[in-house]
DNA sequence: AAAGTTGATTAATATTATTTATCAATGTAT
DNA sequence: ATACATTGATAAATAATATTAATCAACTTT
């Protein structure tokens, strides 16, 4: 079949008007140039060059060969290009996943750092559950997820990146709320506001204080401000992720008090697909979580 | 370097995603296409596609090289479209040379004949010296050229077309006037105008009565219908090709008379570089001309 | 006439592409 | 769970192709 280096070599003829000039331009001798011309002419069956002694001249369909061939040349390194430039991983948009319990508190801390670290690499954030977000990753609707441990999947890969303890948050006139700490085991005797179970957040505190399983008030929805809220207005209490009961969302209406030790935890990590490439964007939104350093996030190497 | 196989060969996986649909639509084993996408790559130090057991995906860096890979291969199989559009040697401008003792005769009977059988190849006509269509051959500034032999250059060729004899010419009150023929001896008695000896024609006339060498008027310019104007006029008598004494040029003023046989004669024929590919633009050429079939042209086999 | 061009040709060689046979990883069906 | 099928990758052997070195014939120039 046609291949490029034919093509280079009638585009350096038709500019040499010499095959030997032609020859040492493409670097090669100048029966290779000959007859890789005269293979091309053979495929195309026509002639491209009028071979004379004194010189080489273009039949009027060479000209037109000749023409379309510096294109296809063209377009070629054009390839090259686009690969030098597409090279930075850190270009493109990249597509994040996030579990309900972890996307609203995170995510503002992060992105102010990757704007300034990936700055080309806008993100595309989906917040869904655990089990859609292992589906999207696999399909590649998203190439990266938070989410939290364990997270075993054969062709996804995980690192984490730190622990978390919960906190329980009561509303202000509550019993509790002067109380410096409460044990998991209390908690069976409350009225506790939790997600429904596809939250693995839910799973992680009812696996803490296994009596809740049969007794915690199940809530339809996705967000745990809802339930923030619901807890402010003194319609139970419930158990938050220390990255949600920061200062920064305290409401004067609820109290947080932490666990006795040993708190629960849960381990958040960022997943992907081992066939993934892009693997400088995962370094550098695991450089942004530890970046954080915040004191409720215990960081792991 | 990069190939166009392996352009093809992601081209494909791209549209099958799967290597191994992708090398059976490529004809090739899967193990020559995943070397060569993975010789791709390496060249261009970009990964393409993201393999995964369930599915071959495009990086975004991939889609991009995908689109102009096949821009690429488009312009490639435009390169044989071309070649097979072009392939019609009838197609396509032919400059034509010829002396100016045959141009105004010859022309105006093939220009019609080529029209209906080279319809798409317009003529570009030019009159010239033997000599100066010669060097016009060699260097390509017109592909073929109507001359009188002898005609020998190393690089051009030739093919014999007809012989034509030639004619007196008299004013119709010159004591010839009511001759039935002439020996070519006799002219040495007349004034006899010709073109300069540029012209091969009057060489061959000279050659013909070699007395006129020393007492033929010789003309400037380039045009037997001045000469045959100057015998109208009573300035002396010509020679004329019998092409050129047709009744169809006849002027009551002058008598045609021709020569006792032998009669001298020339030999016309056609010539083009020898490494002129068009060969099927001179085929047309011989064949009108034979078509005019005129009973003073003696066509050649 | 001699020397120096030109592109073509040939046979030997180097390089490259392709195949055959196989693997490990993983998914699917029983 | 276990067997089976399918994925793309890999290694070694082979086939195909491109390239070179050496030479030629045709022609121009000196």
Not at 46 to 55: A, C, G, H, K, Q
Not at 82 to 108: C, D, F, W
Request: net charge neutral.
């Amino acid at each position: 079949m046609m291949s490029l280096t034919e093509l280079k070599f009638i585009v350096a003829v038709a500019q040499e008007r010499n095959f030997r000039r032609a020859a040492e331009k493409c670097f090669v001798t100048q029966p290779a140039l000959s007859l890789g011309i005269k293979k091309l002419e053979l495929e195309l069956n026509v002639t491209i060059f009028e071979r004379n002694r004194l010189d080489v001249t273009l039949t009027e369909i060479g000209a037109t060969i000749i023409e379309q061939a510096s294109k296809v040349l063209e377009d070629v390194a054009r390839i090259k290009q686009l690969a030098e430039l597409g090279k930075n991983q850190l270009k493109g948009t990249l597509k994040l996943g996030m579990i309900h319990s972890v996307g609203p508190y995170l995510l503002p801390e992060i992105i102010p750092i990757l704007r300034k670290t990936a700055p080309d690499m806008p993100l595309e954030v989906e917040e869904n559950l655990t089990a859609n977000l292992e589906a999207q990753l696999r399909n590649g609707i998203i190439d990266v997820a938070i989410i939290a441990l364990p997270f075993d999947v054969p062709s996804l890969q995980y690192k984490a990146l730190y622990d978390e303890e919960f906190d329980v948050v009561v509303p202000i006139n509550h019993h509790w709320a002067t109380r410096k700490q409460i044990n998991a085991q209390e908690l069976s005797d409350e009225k506790v506001l939790l997600l429904n179970s596809g939250h693995c957040f839910s799973n992680q505190v009812t696996q803490a204080c296994p009596e809740l399983s049969r007794k915690g008030e199940i809530l339809q929805g996705n967000s745990l401000e809802t339930i923030r809220n619901m807890v402010a207005s003194n319609l139970g209490i419930t158990v938050l992720p220390c990255s949600a009961t920061a200062e920064r969302y305290n409401n004067p209406l609820i109290k947080v008090i932490p666990f006795a030790s040993p708190a629960p935890t849960r381990r958040i990590a960022i997943a992907w697909r081992k066939s993934f490439v892009r693997v400088e964007t995962i370094e550098k939104i695991v450089d942004a979580i530890r970046a954080i350093r915040s004191d409720y996030m215990k960081m792991l190497a």
